[in-house]
């Protein structure tokens, strides 16, 4: 079922972080809920197409069980810009350092691909962790969402 990219393995060879065009959806599924991003209404059958339709996704793995334990995306043009986006780890493998981990694979990549302008939207509280990560505020910009309807011209 999956579709192995690249691979990563942490310092104890407990967690292993791939690079993949697919996955299982119901442990994708299973990530979003945990960061309660999911909702009922959303389509579990789609996940493997926001996967394809993602520059990069990386999945963390629990070697011993092979679910995914953690997550997280890259949305880019491929050329400039990189946003990082979905970044989870589930909760009894918080702290293990398997966030950095997957990370970590998802900046190399990027660099290596010469995409110099990665950016992303921390939660409140991660601050710290993205900042340990090389990430700062931008100052005098404001993340924005959009709630409205879309107007004629």
């Known amino acids: 079922m999956e579709d192995e990219l ?17 996955w299982q959806e119901e442990q994708i599924v299973d990530l979003y809920r945990a960061a309660g991003w999911w909702k009922e209404e959303m389509d579990a059958s789609k996940i493997n197409d926001l996967i394809r339709g993602s520059f990069l996704f990386a999945v963390a793995i629990d070697i011993s069980t092979g679910r995914a334990v953690g997550m997280g995306r890259v949305i880019s043009d491929g050329i400039a ?35 110099s302008w990665i950016g992303l939207i921390a939660e409140p509280g991660k601050e710290v962790f993205y900042r ?20 004629e011209c």
């Not at 398997?98 to 990027?110: D, H, K, P, S």
């Open 6 to 22: 690249q691979k990563e393995e942490s310092k104890d060879n407990s967690i292993r972080v791939d690079l993949v065009r697919s």
């Open 81 to 115: 810009d990189a946003y990082i986006q979905d970044m989870v780890v589930q909760g009894d493998k918080r702290g293990w350092g398997v966030g950095t981990m997957i990370l970590t694979r998802l900046l190399e990549e990027c660099r290596f691909r010469k995409i």
């Open 132 to 151: 340990s990560l090389g990430f700062s505020p931008m100052p005098g910009h404001v993340p924005m969402l959009f709630h409205g309807e879309v107007k």
